[in-house]
T-cell receptor, first 118, second 112 residues
Framework: GAVVSQHPSWVICKSGTSVKIECRSLDFQATTMFWYRQFPKQSLMLMATSNEGSKATYEQGVEKDKFLINHASLTLSTLTVTSAHPEDSSFYIC??????????????FGEGSWLTVV | DQQVKQNSPSLSVQEGRISILNCDYTNSMFDYFLWYKKYPAEGPTFLISISSIKDKNEDGRFTVFLNKSAKHLSLHIVPSQPGDSAVYFCAASGSGTYKYIFGTGTRLKVLA
């Protein structure tokens, strides 16, 4: 079946540095990808909608300049956490919509990426 | 404002019995609903979906029921198996946006 891959699965970075998380759809093209973050014991919170070839659409309260999203190809979206701080430590998950014919527009999730900022 | 609510944070069920997970939503514009299963430190795995034109969808041991007038959906797992133990999220979207709003999850524990 369709697979969405995230990399890295775990990352530790120093406060003030930037870290990039990749989300790839491995066997389908995804014009739309979504980025979520999850705090412990809380729900997945939608951060932004990533559209191939255009600017991402951010949810209210999400800082565009802090969470840079790039969707340069139909199989890759990246989330860059800039000038990371300990409060950015979280579980980040991407999802991708399979919009091909017959797919039913199913949404597939990546495995998630744990970010720890020290 | 939590548009999608799962009021039971946890549920324990004996192996072989039925597990019923509930989800309520407030936005009448939602027209497509999903259930996901999530193990710790992993991404969610899609289980089953239902659109607002239906009131029931079945896939193997999993059945989702939708009551639009009550803005309520439920996931039935029967028979429950220990491998079903995980956190279950319901999610809703509307107007073809594919932007899903997730509930807070229910942790299901199936006891052997």
């Amino acid at each position: 079946g369709a697979v969405v891959s995230q990399h890295p699965s775990w990352v530790i970075c120093k406060s003030g540095t930037s870290v990039k998380i990749e989300c790839r759809s491995l066997d389908f093209q995804a014009t739309t990808m979504f980025w979520y973050r999850q705090f412990p014991k809380q729900s997945l919170m939608l951060m932004a909608t990533s559209n191939e070839g255009s600017k991402a659409t951010y949810e209210q309260g999400v800082e565009k300049d802090k969470f840079l999203i790039n969707h340069a190809s139909l199989t890759l979206s990246t989330l860059t956490v800039t000038s990371a701080h300990p409060e950015d430590s979280s579980f980040y998950i991407c999802s991708a919509r399979d919009s091909s014919r017959g797919s039913g527009n199913t949404i597939y999730f990546g495995e998630g990426s744990w970010l720890t900022v020290v | 404002d939590q548009q999608v609510k799962q009021n039971s944070p946890s549920l324990s069920v004996q192996e072989g019995r039925i597990s019923i997970l509930n989800c309520d939503y407030t936005n009448s514009m939602f027209d497509y609903f999903l259930w996901y299963k999530k193990y710790p430190a992993e991404g969610p795995t899609f289980l089953i979906s239902i659109s607002s034109i239906k009131d029931k969808n079945e896939d193997g041991r999993f059945t989702v029921f939708l009551n639009k007038s009550a803005k309520h959906l439920s996931l039935h797992i029967v028979p429950s198996q220990p491998g079903d133990s995980a956190v279950y999220f319901c999610a809703a979207s509307g107007s073809g946006t594919y932007k899903y709003i997730f509930g807070t999850g229910t942790r299901l524990k199936v006891l052997a």
